[in-house]
């Protein structure tokens, strides 16, 4: 399955601090791509990165993508309490459909 | 800045009845999807829909469930007997362009749909 299985499922950590998720795949990739999700809320677009890319910048957010390891890795510096979200990776294949990881719980603490 | 509506917000509704869910995707964006979320579980893909007819459903959406795009603005996922697993925070999905660089897609706040 094509399934991204992110890693940890849950992270704590004080503003300030930088928060790295992982996320792992089986299958080859067109794209990745990070959305966050605040509680009970929409998920919000943050960054896409294409397979022939390894880095990948936004503000605060870099991912970077390894293919041949099929992993990716957000990494948000700096954090801060409205960062509190859940993170998912979601993965582009040969259609175009999204296909969603089990997603990291972070909660970032003042 | 453009966004994704979705009405309702929470749609309550008794086992065997049939709901509409009801999206406006962003004006200039061509394909439209379906997503769901069971309380605590991924996001699902249920359906993709372009050029007025459906391009991809998953295994979820099966005869229970249709997709429409009756006019040029709302777009709207129909389950007409609804089961108690069809409880779900329900997502829409749209985006301008698809292929192997972009497929960025913006989401709606999303229905939650509670079966009793």
């Known amino acids: 399955s094509q399934q991204g299985e992110e890693d940890p499922q849950a992270l704590s950590i004080q503003e300030g601090e930088n928060a790295t998720m992982n996320c792992s795949y089986k299958t080859s990739i067109n794209n990745l791509q990070w959305y966050r999700q605040n509680s009970g809320r929409g998920l919000v677009h943050l960054i896409l990165i294409r397979s022939n890319e390894r880095e990948k910048h936004s503000g605060r957010l870099r991912v970077t993508l390894d293919t041949s390891k099929k992993s990716s890795s957000l990494l948000i510096t700096a954090s801060r309490a409205a960062d509190t979200a859940s993170y998912f990776c979601?993965?582009?294949?040969?259609?175009?459909?999204?296909?969603f990881g089990t997603g990291t719980q972070l909660k970032v603490e003042l | 800045e453009p966004e994704v509506t979705q009405t309702p917000s929470h749609q309550v509704t008794q086992m065997g009845q049939e709901v509409i869910l009801r999206c406006v995707p962003i004006?200039?964006?061509?394909?439209f999807y379906w997503y769901r979320q069971i309380l605590g579980q991924k996001v699902e893909f249920l359906v993709s829909f372009y050029n007025n007819e459906i391009s991809e459903k998953s295994e979820i959406f099966d005869d229970q469930f249709s997709v429409e795009r009756p006019d040029g603005s709302n777009f709207t996922l129909k389950i007409r007997s609804t089961k108690l697993e069809d409880s779900a925070m329900y997502f829409c999905?749209?985006?301008?362009?698809?292929?192997?660089?972009?497929?960025?897609?913006?989401f709606g706040a999303g229905t939650r749909l509670s079966v009793l």
């Open positions: 979601a993965l582009t294949g040969g259609g175009n459909k999204l296909t």
């Open positions: 999905a749209s985006t301008t362009e698809t292929g192997r660089a972009k497929n960025i897609q913006y």
């Open positions: 004006s200039n964006h061509l394909y």
